[in-house]
């Protein structure tokens, strides 16, 4: 990863950290910090992440080419179950929109949203909250291995797009969803969307 790029993913990390430790006010009842953002950089659905689609072959010049204005880098990234070489798919700011996983036969295998500038295929952005978004409890599972701990819920509508939630503070027994009441405040990390 290139120094500009890994300052920016430091900015951006930054910006989460202190926007997620930002005080409410009290004005006629609650305000709070704005989560989420107006900029859509990339929308996720059933047919795919932006231009990425079931026949964008793994590579950075594909990526690129679906992606205009966006630049394709690789790292390591953790899925629910491994960490493994992924692509990042960088805006022209330098910020991380997108991670790229690798499938069979070169195509790839799956997107993950990691940024609140896209949104999911009934316009969920990264920050909402499960109560927020609507997400039914029905549609959830407890995460495993590396996302223990997290809710994995499918997106309304869809048989390939998942939405990753975490719950604050949350500490177990992680065999099961939380209570409702913490559910209902858990915060949506990642948008994926499923090469199937």
């Known amino acids: 990863m290139t120094l500009q790029k890994t300052v920016a993913a430091l900015s951006l990390i930054s910006s989460f950290l202190l926007a ?20 859509t950089l990339v929308q996720i659905t059933a047919s795919g992440a932006g231009g990425l689609n079931a026949q ?27 960490t493994e070489w992924a692509m990042g798919a960088f805006n022209s700011d330098g910020f991380q929109v997108l991670q790229i996983f690798k499938g069979d036969g070169g195509k790839i295998r799956e997107v993950h949203g990691v ?6 295929p009934n316009g969920e952005r990264i920050g909402m909250t ?22 994995i819920c499918q997106a309304a509508g869809t048989k390939n797009v ?21 559910l209902r405040k858990a915060a949506l990390q990642r948008i994926i969307w499923y090469n199937r």
């Open 20 to 39: 997620a430790c930002s005080p409410t006010m009290e004005m006629d009842g609650p305000v709070t910090v704005a989560r989420t953002s107006d900029v």
């Open 56 to 82: 964008t072959p793994y590579s950075k010049k594909a990526i690129e080419a679906a992606l205009p204005g966006f630049t394709a880098e690789g790292f390591q990234s953790a899925t629910e179950d491994r």
């Open 115 to 120: 940024t609140h500038h896209l949104t999911g």
């Open 130 to 151: 499960f109560d927020e978004i609507g997400t039914p409890r029905s549609s959830c599972r407890d995460g495993r291995n590396l996302w223990r701990g997290m809710a």
């Open 162 to 182: 998942t939405l990753v939630y975490a719950i604050s503070q949350y500490d177990g027994p992680f065999d099961r969803l939380p209570p409702e009441a913490q």
